[in-house]
């Protein structure tokens, strides 16, 4: 296994991790949500509507923030690793040309 390849699987297993994650935290973002909605039926008065409002107000957006975030980073590293895997196509085919050029040089 060469050294690109190996770091194309090791992107992409933390790719995967951090797909995950965001799923995880989609998870917690669609509990918080019901959690303010029965907080708001279960629960009266100014300190339960400042709780759910902060809620609403902070925390979800917080939470919605965090996962745009992660999803941006996961991008970002997939696009860098495409432009990694085209600079080393890019690099061997030339590698290959100067050899295959010295190569014809000395058989004359």
């Known amino acids: 296994m060469s050294i690109m390849s190996l770091a194309t699987k090791l992107v992409g297993d933390v790719t995967s991790q951090i ?5 995880l935290i989609q998870g ?8 303010s909605s029965a907080l708001s039926s279960a629960w009266y008065g100014p300190d339960a509507d400042a709780f759910v409002a902060d809620l609403k107000g902070r925390l979800l957006p917080a939470i919605v923030n965090l996962i745009s975030s992660i999803g941006g980073f996961s991008l970002n590293i997939g696009k860098a690793m495409e432009v990694v895997q085209n600079a080393d196509k ?10 295959q050029g010295f190569g014809d040089i000395y058989k004359g």
Do not use: N, P, Y
């Open 19 to 23: 797909t995950k994650q965001v799923g």
């Open 28 to 35: 917690i973002q669609e509990q918080v949500g019901s959690a």
């Open 90 to 99: 890019a690099s061997s085919s030339i590698v290959s040309d100067v050899v």
